[in-house]
């Protein structure tokens, strides 16, 4: 990926989305070609001069300040994650080194593996920035079953939004599910611009989906920290999860993600019954795995 490309597409995309009514500049007696800021507009906001703040867009950061870069976060009203982007992409076009080749481990350690089988009230899995899921417990691996199975390998959460037919039915909110998996991808092209796996999935996508596509072109950014999921799954129905995301400081570029149902919530009793259809039956126990298969084929005991 172009680093200086893709800095002046990131600032250009941020500053069309203020208006100068959001900034308390008056917009009377003036013609304007854009509905965002000018570039005049910004650097005024930022203290800065008009031809420094149009270098920076132009994807010039050289001797560009922590300051400066604060001050121009705030012009142009920047969240937490894209002004960690934003710091990110300056950091790469300041680079002028050979390309890095960071290759995150497709596989987890034995230890991480252990702390996920101990999970077992939680759904949990372990990816990587580009959205590859590298390890899950029982319960995890059965919420996204339709991930493993999926005809789009190997395991991956934007593979399997952009390019499942499946996916629309598993996020109930499958719109706000399609933001968020772009702007994680965004954020990790952000933090490692030289990842040839990411640059091959991103164009992958961008040749197979229209709906990838335009998304990229927004340059939208976010965090993945906490928050809810609205899910279906088609063995026990609508699920309504909370998480967590946690970077494992052993492993970089791998997070923990783990789903939680209250306690005494149809979620939580769908999550046990999915529990107790994934787990195998202890030796000898024919007559459990009998009714559990019972149970999963009935419709109505999966409410």
Not at 252 to 264: C, K
Request: proline share 7%.
């Amino acid at each position: 990926m172009d680093t200086r490309t893709e800095l002046r597409e990131f600032l250009t995309t941020r500053r069309d989305r203020v208006t100068p009514d959001q900034v308390g500049l008056p917009t009377y007696g003036t013609r304007r070609r854009v509905s965002g800021l000018r570039r005049e507009e910004v650097a005024l906001l930022a203290g800065i001069s008009v031809e420094y703040y149009t270098r920076l867009e132009r994807g010039n950061p050289g001797g560009v300040s922590d300051d400066v870069l604060d001050s121009v976060a705030r012009a142009l009203q920047l969240d937490d994650a894209e002004r960690a982007h934003l710091d990110d992409l300056v950091r790469a076009a300041k680079d002028d080194r050979p390309p890095r080749r960071r290759r995150t481990p497709r596989r987890v350690r034995p230890g991480v593996q252990q702390v996920l089988d101990a999970m077992t009230g939680a759904a949990a899995y372990v990816r990587n920035g580009r959205l590859d899921v590298l390890a899950a417990n029982t319960l995890g691996r059965a919420l996204l079953a339709d991930v493993y199975d999926s005809p789009a390998q190997p395991p991956n959460l934007a593979r399997f939004n952009f390019l499942d037919p499946r996916a629309p039915a598993f996020y109930r909110d499958f719109e706000a599910a399609s933001d968020d998996c772009v702007a994680l991808l965004r954020a990790e092209a952000g933090r490692d611009p030289h990842d040839d796996e990411l640059t091959g999935l991103v164009g992958e996508l961008s040749t197979r989906s229209d709906d990838f596509r335009v998304r990229w072109a927004n340059h939208d950014v976010k965090f993945h920290r906490t928050g809810n999921k609205a899910l279906h799954h088609p063995l026990v129905g609508d699920l309504d999860l909370g998480y967590e995301a946690l970077e494992l400081p052993g492993d970089p570029g791998q997070s923990l993600i783990v789903y939680t149902a209250a306690p005494n919530t149809p979620t939580r009793q769908a999550l046990d019954l999915l529990a107790s259809w994934a787990s195998p039956p202890a030796p000898g126990d024919a007559d459990a795995a009998a009714r559990a298969e019972d149970t999963t084929n009935d419709p109505a005991d999966r409410r």
